[in-house]
């Protein structure tokens, strides 16, 4: 929790330190031509088109590089910028997405009414509008919920919330009995022993918990919320001794069992209301929720510690899943969960929130893993913390023509409501050489539509998600011909390098089924499942074929693109792959 608190810090300090209005990039691989910002109209979402649609295709327009439109007075140009952990709900019409409290040069906070957790809301996935947030200060039952914690812990209160250092991070909305819900966090920075904000001097002991409220509205475009107050709060199992040995490391005896950030939330096939949370320490809690209140069945409002994780865990929920067994620094945050065919597929965060971050699924027939554990796509058991999952749905990644993107990750996972289509959202943020003050300070909103891959070519039944490699353009759905696949194309091995990108190379695929460049061998295309197979040595991988934009040319049009997982059984790649000629 700690590093993850620096690392929001350092972000919202860097973007405030900038210089938003007067900065002025020069690298023009984010910058394609200005036009005016759309509007949120009719959705764009595409149907079965017949070919001369393309023809017609008109791709997005907006910078990728937001800087010189940061400022307050030009937030109806921002679009999609300003995006950190999203979560995105259809309601009345619009996609809605809320998110952590950041933006580049922390221009949200001028804001007048609805300062914390800032919105959007669009029609078609494409064109984005701003919307206030729910709250303009701190909830008023979070001062006093964290005082009757202190004073159980026999521990001083603090005497007013500007002795409180507060955070806003990562709500979940969905739409729940007719209103749009909000799980929200509210993280306190302040040392346990004294209660002092952790700017002061270190006093031998952890930071604060943090706490998870609810709210709702029947209409969030004009910002009336309804706070429905306190759910949980970050808990521990190890009793009263929060005592740490060191300011900046000891993070191993981490005091929070369970961190009570990055909630998801699903009603599951059978009616069951649940919503998930967690972040490193010891992994992801899961708790039944009633539909009605939107608040636990267990008793979350007793004590928030227990002598161990057994006692701890019958009270604030089930551990569903850990990224290694008995380590506190899990590198792992930020859960999102989803039902399909049967499974619940549980997608998380790896790794640090800035250049590493990428994003993995598991997946399980039981929603808390006491049926069935979680298991990722090589039989790794994730409910008991085996080690690192596969497959990679999103990592940092590099086409010819940009610099590429990194930090893809913290996402939520969401349908179109007429196609039925799965999306994957997230921020992406530009590489270290991206020039300037850019590097996790720029904070872009990424719709990715997601493909359900085959296993392997012997488990063609056997699907799992993978984002597209191309941000979604609503590019229309006109069907793909073997022929349109010949040509050159820019292949990435989408593999796990901790802070790298991987970078792109050149790939083709000729007429008479043989492939050279980044890959070797031959290649066919089922045309009717869109599943272009490809074959190196003894090994057949297959990939999902799609139409979307090229976002890295200029101007930007329309392309083909392929996702899908190598046949491989220890740590399997992702490919990606786009047509660049």
Sequence with gaps: MKTRHLLIAAILLSGALASCGDDDPKDDAYLPPDTEKPDPGESTLPDDKPATALDDYTAPTYNDDYRSISGWSQKDKWNLANVHDPSIAYFDGYYYMYGTDASYGNEHLKNTNGKHFPGKRSKNLVDWEFVNGPFNDVPDWVLPKLNEIRKSMSLDEIASKNDVNWGYWAPVIRTVNGKLRMYYSIVV????????????????SWSERAFIGMCETSDPWGGTWEDKGYVTCSSSDKGLDFTRAKQNGDWGNAYFFYNA????????????????????HSGFAALQIDPTTGKPLLAT?????ADDAAQLQERFGRRIGTRTANN?????????????DGYFYLFMAYDGLDVPYNTRVVRSKSIDGSAESYFDITGRNFTNGRGDCYPIVTHPYKFSGSKGWVGIS???????????EWFYCSQGRF???A?????????????????WCPKSPDALDDLWPIASPERYGAVPAVAITKEELVGKWEHINLEYKYGEQNVSKELELKADGTMTGALTGKWSYDAAKKYLTLEVGDVKSIVVVDRECDWESNPR?????????????????TFWGKKVE
């Excluded at 409002?301 to 510690?305: I, T």
């Design 557 to 573: 049009k329309a392309t083909i693109v392929y996702a899908g997982i190598e046949n491989a059984a220890s740590a399997p790649k």
């Design 301 to 305: 409002d007793s004590d928030p510690w």
């Design 189 to 204: 920075d302040n040392y346990i022993k004294t209660g002092k904000k952790i700017s002061e001097a270190f006093d031998g």
């Design 410 to 420: 913290h996402c939520c996972v969401f349908q179109n409501e007429t196609t039925k």
């Design 261 to 280: 950030i990055d909630p998801t939330y699903i009603v599951t096939s059978t009616g069951e209301h649940w919503l998930i949370h967690g972040s490193w």
């Design 431 to 433: 590489p270290n050489d």
């Design 435 to 451: 020039g300037g003050n850019a590097p996790n300070a720029v904070m872009l909103g990424h719709v990715r539509k997601i493909y």
């Design 328 to 340: 506190r620094w899990q590198g792992s945050e930020a859960p999102e969960v989803i039902e399909k």
